[in-house]
């Protein structure tokens, strides 16, 4: 089966730029889609097809994939941000795959 | 406004069965495929079925296949989880989602709010 692995938590300065990786075999030759999820709430679509943002989501967030990584940079990060990010790939053989998940702390 | 609403949740024994429900509204339901996502207390989002808009496709996880079943009434805009011999393991909150295919791929744009199943005796 598929496995996508991301860091359980990054922590970055209000401000800065945040990175979250999603790592997996191949993975650049997938098409990598990130959910943010805040506490108690459903997740929410935040970049599909590696980089390409959903209606409503702000230019700050953006999506690069190549290699064995994918990441999801987050500019000028603000508190708001402060949530768990999912990656999600669709395989062939193991369907719908997500990530196990990264807390992302805004100091 | 697009909206997915869960039901159906609840507290069951071991063995025991649920059915979840999730209505859409604000868009052609009939139209969409839809998955439900589970996440464990705790834990990250597991993918666990997925239905085509015409019901001529249906995936499941290998954690459900055989115990769990997906199915949609268009002309209700509901989607459907029948959970059979239900395990402690299930304990979660469900999540109804519009799933959209794209090239080589596809990701849930719409989730609901989600129903908490818990599995205990």
């Given amino acids: ?107 | 406004e697009v909206q997915l609403v869960e039901s159906g949740g609840g507290l069951v024994k071991p063995g025991g069965s649920l059915r979840l429900s999730c209505a859409g509204s604000g868009f052609a339901f009939s139209d969409f495929s839809m998955s439900w996502v589970r996440q464990a207390p705790g834990k990250g989002l597991e993918w666990v079925a997925f239905i085509s808009a015409s019901q001529y496709s249906i995936y499941y996880a290998d954690s459900v296949k055989g115990r769990f079943t997906i199915s949609r009434d268009n002309a209700k805009n509901s989607l459907y989880l029948q959970m059979n011999s239900l395990r402690v393991e299930d304990t979660a909150v469900y999540y109804c989602a519009r799933d959209i295919p794209a090239v080589l791929t596809y990701y849930m744009d719409v989730w609901g709010k989600g129903t908490t199943v818990t599995v205990s005796s």
Wanted: charged share 15%; net charge negative.
């Fill in chain 1, 1 to 107: 089966s598929y496995v996508l692995t991301q860091p359980p938590s990054v922590s970055v300065a209000l401000g800065e730029a945040a990175r979250i990786t999603c790592g997996g075999y191949n993975i650049g030759s997938k098409n990598v889609h990130w959910y943010q999820q805040k506490p108690g709430q459903a997740p929410v679509l935040v970049m599909y097809s590696d980089n390409n943002r959903p209606s409503g989501i702000p230019e700050r967030f953006s999506g690069s994939n190549s290699g064995n990584t994918a990441t999801l940079t987050i500019n000028r990060v603000e508190a708001g941000d402060e949530a768990d990010f999912y990656c999600q790939v669709w395989d062939n053989d193991s369907d719908r795959v997500f990530g196990g998940g990264t807390k992302l702390t805004v100091l």
